[in-house]
């Protein structure tokens, strides 16, 4: 039996905006002209605005002056101002961080494995897999090997693959994959992991009503679909927090059936990164479950940083008998994780490590044996943008008055040097979309720097142009944490 690999036209490109505009006078750009039965290049034409900047905006990835409101708002006949505040609505609810796309794929294609498949080694697939961080994670403790990839976007099967040689990697849709026949090219996955983004939850069905290729399934569905498929011991499903409020509780809840129906006993928790070492407050929400009906234990935090939550009374909170049974290391800082890495200034590069400085922990793990530093090259931004990092600070309220006029309150604003970051978003090296302005230097944090954040070691392969590169690392889920789970699960193996 072989994979049906079907042709697909029409490469769309889009980051997953899961959100519904609750407003009911107020519609953001996005609503306003797709009730107007217009398509976006036509409405940047016409209201002689960048269709790129139309673009981040429609995605609530950047907030535009008050001038593009304006032009916008003549051609959709509607109030600049309710558009504006509409706007400001949406990308509060968006999640621009990991995720998978709503895009279809250029094509469809199989990479064969480059090499042998350990068999000491615990198999794993690894679903929407992106460029393979969590599942990097992993094969961290030496104990799992990655056997296969699923991913919809081919410049990160590209980055998996050179990452992952012992799996077979599929640049597929999973909806016209067929996932028994994965079996046909290595081992029988033991364990299940992945992050399926949650897009739509347009159906909640009875499981017995899912089948393989039924396009109402939604994206986390068919990662069930996998696991009652090979019945694996393990499965680790992580995703954003927002699946917690989203339908009052209702998907989260739906989930959690469907793996028990199947029988799996879940447990789910919101795990913030900085806890374990992580130099960067990035929270996830993994279910983890197993066959054998084990409770999990899930792991001690090893770090304190008393930060809050984006989950509210639902986040990881510090035990407090631990900071006296067990000291905690501090949390990892910004310039802990990046203060070997040479000065850099606007549009330059640089391809060696500093030797001035002494090297912490995390710097020498993330350096490993590497003696020549890739991706450390910095946006080249435009004067008005040094001026505005110049005058930057820990918020936009942070600058003079009157030097921007749009923008998030994160945006234009430096990272704390003493703090693990906030979250790393796909535009990091953009400071007009959020928090990522270097603590002393006048730029944006470098790809290299962002990786670093994410815990990537500079020796981890990094495929396609800058562009695809930076969305890779802002989208990733940190190895650290997938080592993390990965080691809890051993423990209890």
């Not at 802990?336 to 590069?349: R, T």
Request: contains cysteine.
């Amino acid at each position: 039996m072989t994979v049906d690999f079907l042709s697909q036209d029409d490469y769309k490109y889009q980051y997953m905006i899961q959100v519904t505009s609750s407003l009911v006078d107020k519609k953001d750009v996005r609503s306003k002209r797709l009730e107007l039965k217009l398509g976006q290049r036509e409405l940047a034409l016409r209201a002689g605005v960048s269709l790129h900047q139309l673009s981040q905006c429609e995605r609530g990835l950047l907030l535009p002056d008050a001038l593009f409101f304006k032009a916008i708002a003549r051609i959709l006949d509607t109030n600049p101002t309710d558009l504006c505040l509409a706007q400001e609505e949406l990308a509060q609810k968006v999640t621009p961080g990991e995720g998978y796309v709503t895009a279809q794929s250029e094509k469809s294609y199989k990479v064969s494995r480059s090499q042998l498949f350990d068999p000491q080694k615990i198999a794993v697939l690894d679903l929407f897999c992106g460029i393979g961080g969590f599942s990097h994670g992993f094969e961290r403790t030496g104990a799992f090997e990655v056997a296969f990839g699923v991913d919809l976007l081919s410049d990160r099967i590209t980055t998996f693959t050179a990452n992952h040689p012992a799996a077979t990697a599929w640049c597929e849709d999973i909806n016209d994959l067929s996932l028994a026949s994965l079996s046909n090219y290595g081992p029988a996955p033991r364990i299940i992991i992945g992050g399926p983004p949650c897009q739509g939850f347009s159906s909640i069905r009875p499981f017995r009503n899912l089948t393989e290729g039924d396009k109402r399934n939604n994206l986390f569905e068919h990662f069930i679909l996998a696991v009652e498929c090979f019945r694996p011991e393990w499965f680790v499903m992580e995703n954003v927090v927002g699946l917690l409020t989203h339908k009052a509780g209702a998907t989260l809840q739906h989930i959690v059936d469907l793996f028990t129906q199947i029988g799996y006993s879940v447990d789910w928790r919101i795990l913030n990164a900085a806890l374990y070492g992580l130099p960067q407050r990035r929270e996830r929400l993994l279910l983890v479950g197993n066959r054998q009906k084990k409770c999990f234990v899930w792991p001690a935090p090893t770090h304190f940083f008393d930060g809050r939550s984006m989950a509210g009374r639902y986040g990881q909170k510090m035990p407090q008998d631990s900071l006296f049974d067990m000291p905690l290391l501090p949390a990892v800082t910004v310039m802990e994780a990046i203060n070997d890495l040479p000065p850099v200034s606007s549009g330059q590069s640089a391809n060696y490590y500093r030797n001035d400085v002494i090297a912490t922990a995390y710097q020498r793990l993330m350096r490993g044996t590497e003696d020549v530093l890739r991706l450390h090259d910095a946006t080249e931004h435009s004067s008005r943008m040094l001026e505005i990092i110049r005058h930057a600070g820990s918020n936009k309220s942070a600058l003079p008055k009157g030097l921007v006029s749009s923008g998030f309150s994160s945006s234009y604003s430096r990272l704390d040097p003493n703090k693990p970051a906030v979250t790393l978003t796909v535009n990091f090296v953009h400071p007009a979309s959020n928090k990522c302005i270097h603590p002393y230097q006048d730029r944006a944090l470098t790809p290299r720097e962002g990786a670093r954040l994410q815990s990537f070691e500079d020796a981890f392969l990094f495929k396609g142009k800058r562009a695809q590169i930076v969305k890779q690392i802002g989208n990733a889920v940190p190895p650290i944490l997938g080592q993390v789970i990965a080691e809890a699960i051993l423990a209890q193996w």
